[in-house]
Every structure is written in structure tokens, then in C-alpha cells.
């Protein structure tokens, strides 16, 4: 923000939340693949 002039923009604030989640289904999918399962998403 400072060095580059930028405008600061809020995320929000389950900005993080979201991005971890994303990050935690990644993991899982390819440990799970690493074990021979395929993940199949359900709907809720």
C-alpha cells in the first residue's frame, strides 16, 4: 500500500476463512488421491 501508492481494500472478513478452506480441500483431495480414493463433491 505504501510502497506501491496503492488504495487499501478491505478483503472482508471471511476472506481468510474462505481462502483456508479452499486451501484445506486441496490438501485432502490429493492425499486422498496419493491413497487411491477420488473425492466426489456433494451437494448440501
Not at 485432502?28 to 488421491?33: E, I, P, S, T, V
Request: glycine share 6%.
Amino acid at each position: 500500500v505504501i510502497k506501491n501508492g496503492a488504495e487499501f481494500r478491505d478483503l472482508g472478513e471471511d476472506y481468510l476463512a474462505q481462502r483456508n478452506k479452499s486451501q484445506k480441500i486441496s490438501h485432502l483431495r490429493k492425499q486422498a488421491k496419493s491413497l487411491g480414493y477420488n473425492l466426489v463433491p456433494q451437494a448440501i
